[in-house]
């Protein structure tokens, strides 16, 4: 059974970049969409993007300008990369496995980030 | 302000039937399918239906989905305890290049 792990820094400082790992498990990373959603506290969740197996990638248009993907199945490992930060990127990050690039069928624990200086 | 518009909340008692509805537009729901997530308090969404109506292995059948143009509803039968929850629909948007958009989410209470 496949199983995602996000990790990274808890807590980043406004203007600098986000950077979180998210760490497959249990199966092969082929033929999936590799996805990064967030959820502000209590709010709702907002999809950030995805990146192919192969690559290549689809970001959310209202992020686009600071969002960048990266994928290594040798490593099993795909990362997201945010930059620069304010206090309103401060969310719980969970990353995804997408079998279509709008479905997320298998899901990270999620990982708490806060934006403060 | 989310694209795909739910209720803020939703309640009822055990045993009741109960539907949240989700509503969008001729770009997302109207030309693509709609997917339901359940979110439990404290952990990580999962899918609960998908494709509009398929339910993933070991989702009861008590939980259903159905569209009609571009709005979508989730309806659960025989409401238990363990249905509270926060749920969001989500589909696919063709404008800007494409992505995916979710509802605000709903907060069902079982009373």
């Known amino acids: 059974q496949m199983q995602l792990q996000e990790s990274g820094p808890g807590l980043v400082k406004p203007s600098e970049t986000l950077s979180l790992t998210c760490t497959v498990s249990g199966g092969s990373m082929s033929s999936y969409y590799w996805t990064w959603i967030r959820q502000p506290p209590g709010k709702g969740l907002e999809w950030i993007g995805y990146i192919y197996y192969t690559g290549s990638t689809q970001y959310n248009p209202s992020l686009t300008s600071r969002v960048s993907m990266s994928v290594d199945t040798s490593s099993r490992q795909f990362s997201l990369n945010l930059s620069p930060v304010t206090a309103a990127d401060t969310a719980v990050y969970y990353c995804?496995?997408?079998?279509?690039?709008?479905?997320?069928?298998?899901w990270g624990q999620g990982t708490a980030v806060t934006v403060s200086s | 302000q989310s694209v795909l518009t739910q209720p803020p909340s939703a309640s009822g008692t055990p045993g009741q039937r109960v539907t949240i509805s989700c509503s969008g537009s001729?770009?997302?729901?109207?030309?693509?399918?709609v997917n339901w997530y359940q979110q439990l308090p404290g952990t990580a969404p999962k899918v609960l239906i998908y494709?509009?109506?398929q339910r993933p292995s070991g989702v009861p059948d008590r939980f259903s989905g159905s569209k009609s143009g571009t709005s979508a509803s989730l309806a659960i039968s025989g409401l238990q305890s363990e249905d509270e929850a926060d749920y969001y629909c989500a589909a696919w948007d063709d404008s800007l290049n494409g992505h995916v958009v979710f509802g605000g989410g709903t907060k069902l209470t079982v009373l």
């Open positions: 995804a496995r997408g079998s279509r690039p709008f479905l997320m069928d298998v």
């Open positions: 001729s770009s997302n729901i109207g030309s693509n399918t």
């Open positions: 494709g509009n109506n």
